[in-house]
Nanobody
Framework: QVQLVESGGGLVQPGGSLRLSCVASGRIFSIDAMGWYRQAPGKQRELVAQ???????NYADSVKGRFTIARDNAKNTVYLQMNSLKTEDTAVYYCNARVRTYASIGDYWGQGTQVTVSS
């Protein structure tokens, strides 16, 4: 009914940059908050950044000043610009969106994209 597809992950050296994208598609009426979470091996999934439909943002302390979240409401797309990457940023990054369809409201997840920061 609703699909989220991430792209942009990969391998980067410490200090480098990556940009993640996530497109939502399906029977969408509107999207409330969109965000990025990550899960490193052996750790719980954690919130990285979130943005509301009016552009209010929230970041994990560990990424403040390095990561920037943005969205294009016309394209149902959320982005995560990641700069000054550190080895501890290595994780699978998941896109999340709270989506209103014409019948219901629910939280949807992408399949995840691997980000590896290593020299």
């Amino acid at each position: 009914q609703v699909q989220l597809v991430e792209s942009g992950g990969g391998l980067v050296q410490p200090g480098g940059s990556l940009r993640l994208s996530c497109v939502a598609s399906g029977r969408i009426f509107s999207i409330d908050a969109m965000g990025w979470y990550r899960q490193a091996p052996g750790k719980q999934r954690e919130l990285v950044a979130q943005i509301t439909n009016i552009g209010s943002t929230n970041y994990a302390d560990s990424v403040k000043g390095r990561f920037t979240i943005a969205r294009d409401n016309a394209k149902n797309t959320v982005y995560l610009q990641m700069n000054s990457l550190k080895t501890e940023d290595t994780a699978v990054y998941y896109c999340n969106a709270r989506v209103r369809t014409y019948a219901s409201i629910g939280d949807y997840w992408g399949q995840g994209t691997q980000v590896t920061v290593s020299s």
